[in-house]
C-alpha cells in the first residue's frame, strides 16, 4: 500500500513539474526560413504577393488532406478536417516585402516576406518569417512535435520549395484568343498623346490614365465605357494615345495636354491576350496568321491597334495581364481571271459581330 501511495505521489509531482516546465516555456516565438529562387525578385514579388495563386502552393505548407482554399486580393484562408486559418495582407513595401497578418488553428501572429536580388539578379533571395503567441495547450503540442521551429519551419522550407516550381508554370503561362472580325462602333473620346521608349510603357500609361481620368472627373464628363489605348508606332520609341471614351462630342479642351476626337465605326480583328506580357509578341503572330487565313490585311491609316488593358497598369512587375486587341482591317482584293482572261477584282462581304468599346 504504501508503494501504491508512493508511486502516486511520484506521477503527481512528475505532472505539477511538467505543467510548471510548460509554463515556464518563452510565449513568442519567432520562425525564419531562406530559399533562393531562381526568378527575379520583381516576378517573386508578385507571385507571392498574389493571394488567388497561393492555392498553387500551399498544399506544401499545410499537407493535411481536403484543404478547402478561400482567397481574394489581399487575404487568403484555409480549412480542413484537422486545421484552418488565415493570412491577411496588412502592407506591401513595393516588391520589397510583405506583411501579414497569420492565423494558425488559434495561433495568432505575423507573416512577413523579404525580397533581395541575388548577386545573380535572375535570382532572389526570400526570407519567410512567422512569429506568435503560444497558449498553454500550443505549447505542449509544440514539445511534442519537436518544438515549434521544425513544426513552421518545415512547412516553410517545403512551401517555398514549391513556390519556386510554380513560378516557372506561371512565367511560361500565356492564352492567346481570336475571337475574329468584329465592327467597332464610332465613339467619341478625350485621350494624352505620349511616345516613351518601349520599356517605359507602363509607367507612362499609368501615369497618362491617372491625368485623363482626374481631368475627366473634374470637368463632370460623363464616360462611356472603358479606357484604351491607340498605339500609332510600335519601333523603338511607342507612339500612343491613352483615351476616355465620352457621352457627347467635346470640340476644345480647357487643357493643352488632353484633347478630344472621334473614333470612326472600323472593322477590327478581335485577339485577347492573358499571362505573362513577355509572350504578348505572340498576338501579333497569331493576328499575320488569322488574317492571311481569311483573305484580310492590316489596315494602319489612322493607328496601328486599339487595346484595352483588362487590370488597372501595374508597374511593379506584374508577371500577368489581360489585354483584348482590336486591329482595324480591310478585305483583300483578290484578282481573279476570268475565261477571257480579263482580270475582275473580287470585294468579300464583311463579317456583322460587333463590339463596344
Known amino acids: 500500500m504504501k508503494i501504491a501511495k508512493y508511486i502516486v505521489l511520484l506521477l503527481a509531482l512528475l505532472g505539477v513539474a511538467f505543467v510548471v516546465f510548460i509554463a515556464t516555456q518563452p510565449n513568442h516565438f519567432s520562425v525564419s526560413a531562406s530559399f533562393t529562387l531562381k526568378h527575379p525578385k520583381d516576378s517573386v ?21 481536403k484543404n478547402i482554399f478561400t482567397s481574394d486580393d489581399s487575404s487568403f484562408s484555409w480549412i480542413n478536417d484537422n486545421t484552418k486559418g488565415s493570412f491577411i495582407l496588412e502592407k506591401k513595401y513595393q516588391n520589397d516585402s510583405i506583411a501579414q497578418k497569420l492565423d494558425y488553428n488559434g495561433v495568432q501572429g505575423k507573416s512577413n516576406w523579404y525580397f533581395t536580388s541575388n548577386s545573380d539578379t535572375q535570382k532572389t533571395d526570400v526570407s ?16 511534442l512535435n519537436g518544438g515549434i521551429e521544425h513544426f513552421f519551419k518545415t512547412k516553410q522550407e517545403k512551401a517555398l520549395e514549391e513556390i519556386n516550381k510554380q513560378i516557372v508554370n506561371d512565367i511560361l503561362f500565356r492564352q ?64 500612343f494615345a491613352t483615351c476616355y471614351p465620352v457621352t457627347e462630342e467635346i470640340v476644345t479642351t480647357t487643357n493643352n495636354t488632353i ?35 481569311n483573305k484580310y490585311s492590316f489596315d494602319e491609316r489612322e493607328f496601328k491597334w486599339l487595346e484595352i488593358h483588362k487590370e488597372e497598369p501595374n508597374t511593379k512587375g506584374a508577371i500577368s495581364e489581360t489585354i ?26 464583311t463579317e456583322t459581330n460587333t463590339d463596344s468599346i
Open 45 to 65: 514579388s508578385q507571385f507571392i504577393s498574389d493571394a488567388s495563386k497561393w492555392k498553387l502552393w500551399f498544399n506544401n505548407f499545410e499537407t493535411q488532406p
Open 128 to 143: 519567410w518569417n512567422i512569429s506568435g503567441n503560444l497558449d498553454f495547450k500550443w505549447k505542449i503540442y509544440a514539445l
Open 176 to 239: 492567346i484568343s481570336v475571337t475574329g472580325i468584329i465592327t467597332k462602333h464610332e465613339v467619341n473620346y478625350l485621350f494624352k498623346k505620349d511616345s516613351v521608349a518601349l520599356p517605359n510603357f507602363k509607367k507612362a500609361l499609368a501615369k497618362d490614365l491617372i491625368e485623363v481620368s482626374l481631368f475627366v472627373k473634374q470637368n463632370n464628363i460623363e464616360t462611356n465605357g472603358n479606357p484604351f489605348v491607340l498605339v500609332y508606332q510600335n519601333s523603338k520609341y511607342l507612339k
Open 259 to 293: 484633347d478630344a476626337a472621334k473614333l470612326r465605326e472600323f472593322q477590327a480583328l478581335k485577339v485577347t491576350f492573358k499571362g505573362n506580357i513577355a509572350f504578348k509578341e505572340e498576338v501579333f503572330t497569331k493576328a499575320k496568321e488569322y488574317l492571311e487565313k
Open 324 to 349: 483584348e486587341y482590336y486591329f482595324p482591317v480591310k478585305r483583300k482584293y483578290i484578282p481573279e481571271t476570268s475565261q477571257d482572261s480579263t482580270q475582275v477584282e473580287i470585294h468579300p462581304t
